[in-house]
């Protein structure tokens, strides 16, 4: 299975923080199926000054079964791509310790995974409840639970 965060963020965010684990998780599920229904979930990690987030829309979690684009030339094919998005408290995360907010983001990553709920019926074959076992084991072994 396919993972990956997209990041919004205020200047001052620890991206590198957010980036790090990013790629940890990708490490950790890029082997994992959990069925053929859904290739991918990108959970966008939003964290803004108050002062900026009304000039961000907050969006509903999407699920697309297959489209194709093209950016300054070359095609991309999303394919069965489940995204939502995490809004992180600005001034709490920021006021952490690296490890803090590591785990204030591990809380928050697990809180959202409600929303593989939300999947359309017609999505079948993914074992949501083996996605957020798996998950929650990650965290457990970060120690970060």
């Known amino acids: ?3 990956g965060f997209g990041i919004q963020t205020s200047t001052g965010v ?23 229904d859904l290739k991918k979930i990108v959970m966008g990690i939003c964290c803004m000054a108050e002062e900026f987030e009304n000039f961000y829309k907050r969006r ?4 697309t079964a297959y489209k ?3 950016i300054v030339n ?19 995360f920021n006021s ?8 204030l983001l591990a809380q928050e990553i697990l809180k959202s995974l409600s929303n593989l709920d939300t999947l359309p019926k017609k999505i079948k074959d993914f074992n949501r409840e083996k996605f957020k076992y798996d998950m929650e084991r990650f965290f457990s072994e970060q120690k970060l639970i």
């Open 14 to 36: 620890d991206t590198e923080l957010i980036l790090g684990l990013e790629k940890e998780l990708k490490v950790f599920f890029i082997k994992k199926n959990y069925g053929g």
């Open 60 to 63: 509903k979690p999407s699920y």
């Open 74 to 92: 070359k095609k991309i094919i999303i394919d069965r791509v489940f995204e939502y998005e995490i809004w992180l408290n600005f001034k709490v």
């Open 68 to 70: 194709e684009i093209t």
């Open 1 to 3: 299975m396919e993972f």
């Open 96 to 103: 952490l310790s690296e490890k803090g907010a590591k785990k």
